[in-house]
């Protein structure tokens, strides 16, 4: 019995192409949140296979570098979760930073585009189901 892939596609700010029809033709039941809090309390009733959100750089935070950090941070309690994140090129030095604390699966800077974010999205089911395939084992 095949599972269905999840995908939690968080959107704070937008500004990209909505891509809920390609999410759909993957094969993705798609759960979109509008805040990463609304996001975290998803994370509590279902487990995702991908979660897609926006690297949104926040100067004004003192401990982190935006609120994503707090997302990845939950996410850390599920394993084999694959992170996409979609970035501004400008605060590349800042998602590093990100990048060097919490794993990510991909990175796509703005214009975000729809054939990598297929590729990508592509790439992360083949790695969930090797990995649930090593695990039932």
Known sequence: M???NILLHVIELGGYPNFTALYGSLGFEL???HSVRNAIRTLKKLVPTVIVAEFNFQSDFR???S???SLLASVQRHEGVKVIVFYEAEFTHQ???LRAQYPLFATLSHPIDATALAEVLQQAVIQCAGDNAVNDS
Do not use: A, F, N
Request: proline residues 0%; negative net charge.
């Open 2 to 4: 095949s599972q269905k």
């Open 31 to 33: 759960v979109t949140e």
């Open 63 to 65: 401990d982190r570098t």
């Open 67 to 69: 609120s994503l950090e």
């Open 95 to 97: 998602l590093d930073k």
